[in-house]
């Protein structure tokens, strides 16, 4: 009886570090797909500015 219970909370403690692996997973996707968007922003605001710069450098 002891072996069954004590089964039993080790598939419970299994199960909630499952359920938090899988959360903070899904966390660090979050995250890393907003890093991405601002990576890709920042290159944007980047190719701007360059073509900006280099019509200054022709009028010049």
Do not use: T
Request: proline letters at 0%.
């Amino acid at each position: 009886m002891c072996a069954v219970v004590l089964g039993f909370l080790g598939l419970v403690v299994l199960g909630v570090l499952a359920a938090r692996v899988f959360v903070e997973a899904r966390r660090l996707g979050q995250q890393v797909a907003d890093s991405g968007r601002r990576i890709s922003r920042a290159a944007e605001d980047l190719e701007r500015a360059a073509v900006s710069a280099g019509r200054a450098v022709d009028a010049l």
